[in-house]
């Protein structure tokens, strides 16, 4: 059974950080491109960043290049989403997510959702 | 502001046929790129219902149905059922943006 477990959300000052993590199960993690997709109180979803298998292409939404990282670590199995200079705009549920194939440009496995809470 | 509209509602009795459309344009679903659409309740994760245009995955009912046309795609419940009350996200891929994007979302009533 898949499984994507989210951890490291909480409350955090404008300006400051927080790392989320993803730990995945159930699936050999190097076959897939993963995503992070946020979604802020009484909004729609909203695509953050993916990644290639192997690490070596990462794609992000605008409004968070040059702020947030996404990384993987293939031995762990596990997602990572550092985000620094956060916004109130960033406040949202962050869910780690996964297609159906290799490379889906579409999300149909997701985790339980991190909330990040950016707030003084 | 999305790149995709929708419809802010739509309703319908149980049994009853509702559509909810999509419209993109030449740089998202006009390019060809594919619609996938989500179903959303409170609380949890969007749910997969139709991948590339037209495909359900296992185990969502064979009610829900994707079509695509030119610049706009659309998803149709047919044999409306109370449980189907929730919004709907369709999504795509858009090629100015370098993004995946969302539409604008709908909310199913069933009356």
């Known amino acids: 059974e898949v499984q994507l477990v989210e951890s490291g959300g909480g409350l955090v000052q404008p300006g400051g950080s927080l790392r989320l993590s993803c730990a995945a199960s159930?699936?050999?993690?190097?076959?897939?491109?993963m995503s992070w997709v946020r979604q802020a109180p009484g909004k729609g979803p909203e695509w953050v960043a993916s990644?290639?298998?192997?690490?070596?292409?990462?794609y992000y939404v605008d409004s968070v290049k040059g702020r947030f990282t996404i990384s993987r670590d293939n031995a762990k199995n596990s997602l990572y989403l550092q985000m620094n200079s956060l916004r109130a705009e960033d406040t949202a549920v962050y869910y780690c997510a996964r297609g159906l194939y290799g490379s889906s440009g579409y999300w149909y496995f997701w985790g339980q959702g991190a909330l990040v809470t950016v707030s003084s | 502001q999305s790149v995709l509209t929708q419809p802010p509602s739509v309703s319908g009795a149980p049994g009853q046929r509702v559509t909810i459309s999509c419209t993109g344009s030449s740089s998202n679903i006009g390019a060809g790129y594919d619609v996938h659409w989500y179903q959303h309740l409170p609380g949890t994760a969007p749910k997969l219902l139709i991948h590339?245009?037209?495909n359900r995955p296992s185990g969502v009912p064979d009610r829900f149905s994707g079509s695509k046309s030119g610049t706009s795609a659309s998803l149709t419940i047919t044999g409306l059922q109370a449980e189907d009350e929730a919004d709907f996200y369709c999504?795509?891929?858009?090629?100015?943006?370098?993004?995946?994007?969302f539409g604008t979302g709908t909310k199913v009533t069933v009356l």
């Open positions: 159930g699936f050999t993690f190097n076959n897939y491109r």
């Open positions: 999504q795509s891929y858009d090629t100015s943006l370098s993004a995946y994007v």
């Open positions: 990644i290639k298998q192997d690490g070596s292409e990462k």
């Open positions: 590339g245009d037209t």
